[in-house]
């Protein structure tokens, strides 16, 4: 391990249309769009930008499967703009990049999205080579929309956890995310993984169907019940930590104890554009400090940190800034108990 370095991450590779709207309308109603912008979407591609953006070090290199179009040959431009190794992002043959509708809300920067799986939907195990790979962590999300690597497996549950274990037995750290279906499909998608994660790192939503445990009433966090769901985590298999982010903060639960940090206050109003990409900026950040080998509590710092730099731009990753600044912003507004 100590030759191993940077960060290859697979999974979705999604095209992000955001378009600003001015109200949220009922069924047949109208809302009025004010602006439409093209950004990146989904973890692998959101990731490996904000990482770059915050001043990575180390290599970063992309894997997965995008379109023979105009979609596709932008998400491969942009990775060349920022540093990351293309090789392993193959193009099919048979479908479109994937994009998401991303519907936001000016006055808020609440967002709905429409998502289209388009090639992702073909990522399988055989598009991931591990055998010459020099990375030190291997990062794959979402769990729940990549309908290959979502199916079933014979030796190992699911298709994802095949992928995951033969990322480990090469030499590498593993990690994880999902994306927040409104579904009962957790437990069987994700469980199987865990076996195979060094870091798991989700919402308290996705926790919360992983687990069946009730992390928030209403807009109450009930600390004894995510508590509780990230132990069931841990104890399903992660190697060393589970890591959960929310609005108010992130904590971190491992077999060397449980560390938590609040989240930057944000003014009210006239700082947040949108909320698109957050919890992958979190995600960034905390995987930018273990790569780095700090501490669990300067994961979680950089992890807010960077969320709440992301929080500034309506695109997944346009408000991301060398890590210095976002650090600055938890100094400027400081951070919730």
């Known amino acids: ?14 095209v ?13 109603a109208l809302a009025n769009i004010s602006a439409t912008i093209r950004g990146s979407g989904g973890s692998p591609f959101n990731i490996l930008v904000d990482v770059a953006l915050m001043g990575a070090n180390f290599p970063l290199l992309a894997a997965g499967l995008v379109g023979d179009d105009d979609n596709g040959r932008w998400i491969e431009d942009i990775c060349r703009k920022h540093g ?28 709905t999205f429409f998502h289209a799986r388009g090639a992702n939907a073909e990522l399988g195990s055989e598009h991931f080579d591990f055998t010459n790979s020099t ?5 794959l999300g979402y769990l729940l929309l990549m309908d290959k690597l979502d199916s079933p497996s014979p030796t190992h549950g ?52 992983v687990t069946g445990r009730k992390v928030r009433d209403g807009d109450k966090l009930v600390r004894s019940e995510l508590r509780a769901a990230m132990q069931a985590l841990l104890d399903a ?25 609040g989240s930057v206050k944000l003014p009210a109003s006239g700082y947040i554009k949108g909320a698109a990409g957050a919890g992958d900026a979190f995600a960034a950040g905390v995987l930018l400090g273990w790569h780095d080998g700090k501490s669990v509590s300067e994961q979680l710092r950089y992890g807010v940190c960077a969320a709440a730099a992301n929080l500034s731009d309506a695109t997944c990753t346009g408000g991301l800034r060398p890590l210095a600044e976002c650090l600055a912003l938890g100094t400027q507004f400081g951070f919730r108990e």
Request: proline share 4%; charged share 25%.
């Open 16 to 28: 992000d249309a955001v378009k600003m709207i001015d109200v949220w309308p009922q069924q047949d």
């Open 135 to 139: 990375a030190k962590h291997f990062h």
């Open 84 to 111: 990351i190794e293309t090789t392993a992002l193959l193009r099919s043959k048979h479908s479109p990049t994937s994009f998401t509708d991303v519907m936001t809300v000016s006055s808020t920067g609440r967002r």
């Open 1 to 14: 391990m100590s030759n191993r370095n940077g960060i290859l991450a697979g999974g979705n590779w999604i």
């Open 237 to 261: 298999g992660v190697r060393e930590r589970v890591v959960v982010h929310f609005p108010e903060g992130g904590v971190a639960l491992g077999h060397d104890g449980w560390v938590e940090h």
């Open 158 to 209: 699911t298709i994802a956890a095949e992928v995951l274990a033969r990322a480990q037995a090469a030499g590498m750290k593993t990690s994880i995310d999902c994306v927040s279906e409104d579904s009962d499909r957790f437990p069987k998608i994700v469980l199987p993984a865990l076996k195979y994660v060094d870091v798991c790192i989700m919402n308290e939503f996705e926790a919360g169907r």
